[in-house]
T-cell receptor, first 113, second 117 residues
Framework: DIVLTQSPDSLAVSLGERATVNCKSSQSLLYSSSNKNFLTWYQQKPGQPPKLLIS???TRESGVPDRFSGSGSGTDFTLTISALQAEDAAIYYC?????????FGQGTRVEIK | QVQLVQSGAEVRKPGASLKVSCKISGYTFTDHYIHWVRQAPGQGLEWMGMINPSGGSTDYPEKFQGRFTMTRDTATKTVYMELSRLTSEDTAMYFC??????????WGQGTLITVSS
C-alpha cells in the first residue's frame, strides 16, 4: 500500500501569512504515460464533507481562490496558502489515486495564530 | 446540480450489519464511479472502496474484504454500502463521493453510524 505522510500535523499561521503543508508518498505518484501526478488535495471544515481543492498535484479546482496552490512531482508534494484568510482554518488532506487502496494522508490542521 | 444524498444516522449493536444508501441526481448515474470514505470521530479519512455504477464492479482494500459490500440500483440511481460484523471501531461518519477523473469532486452529506451495546 502507498503511504502518504503529511507534515506538519498542525500549524498556526497569522492572517495574511503563508501556510505550507507537505505530503510525502512512499512511492512515485507520477503516471508516466500521461505525465500526471495522481495526487489530490482536499479541505475539510468541521461538520462538513471534504472539498476538492487541487487535482493532479497542481490544478486548482474551479472556484478555489488563487491563494491556494499545489506543487511537486513524484513523491514530494506541497500545498501552499499564500496569504491565509480566516476561512482557511481547516484540516487539509492529500490523497493518492495511483494505486489501490487509494490512501489519504493523516491530515494537517491549519489554525489561525 | 450534482447531488449525493445519503440515508440517515443509525445505531447498531456489535455484531450487527448496516446498509447505507447514497442517492444520485444531477448527472448520468453510470458515467462516474462512486467511492466510500469513512471518518472515525476526531480522526482522518479512510478510503473504503469504489464501485462502477455501470457494470457494478468493485474495488476494496484487503482489510474490508469479506464484510464490506457495495451495490447499486440503476433504476433508482442509488448506490449502497453494507458493512457486517460491526465493532466499536466501525463507529464513524460514512461518506459517498463521486469520482471525476480520479478526483472526488462531489460528496454526500455523510451518515453517522454508531456501534454500541
Amino acid at each position: 500500500d502507498i503511504v502518504l505522510t503529511q507534515s506538519p500535523d498542525s500549524l498556526a499561521v497569522s492572517l495574511g501569512e503563508r501556510a505550507t503543508v507537505n505530503c510525502k508518498s512512499s512511492q512515485s505518484l507520477l503516471y508516466s504515460s500521461s505525465n500526471k501526478n495522481f495526487l489530490t488535495w482536499y479541505q475539510q471544515k468541521p461538520g462538513q464533507p471534504p472539498k476538492l481543492l487541487i487535482s493532479w498535484a497542481s490544478t486548482r479546482e474551479s472556484g478555489v481562490p488563487d491563494r491556494f496552490s499545489g506543487s511537486g512531482s513524484g513523491t514530494d508534494f506541497t500545498l501552499t496558502i499564500s496569504a491565509l484568510q480566516a476561512e482557511d482554518a481547516a484540516i487539509y488532506y492529500c490523497h493518492q489515486y495511483y494505486s489501490s487502496p487509494k490512501t489519504f494522508g493523516q491530515g494537517t490542521r491549519v489554525e489561525i495564530k | 446540480q450534482v447531488q449525493l444524498v445519503q440515508s440517515g444516522a443509525e445505531v447498531r449493536k456489535p455484531g450487527a450489519s448496516l446498509k447505507v444508501s447514497c442517492k444520485i441526481s444531477g448527472y448520468t448515474f453510470t458515467d462516474h464511479y462512486i467511492h466510500w470514505v469513512r471518518q472515525a470521530p476526531g480522526q482522518g479519512l479512510e478510503w473504503m472502496g469504489m464501485i462502477n455504477p455501470s457494470g457494478g464492479s468493485t474495488d476494496y482494500p484487503e482489510k474490508f474484504q469479506g464484510r464490506f459490500t457495495m451495490t447499486r440500483d440503476t433504476a433508482t440511481k442509488t448506490v449502497y454500502m453494507e458493512l457486517s460484523r460491526l465493532t466499536s471501531e466501525d463507529t464513524a461518519m460514512y461518506f459517498c463521493a463521486r469520482d471525476r477523473q480520479q478526483q472526488l469532486d462531489s460528496w454526500g452529506q455523510g451518515t453517522l453510524i454508531t456501534v454500541s451495546s
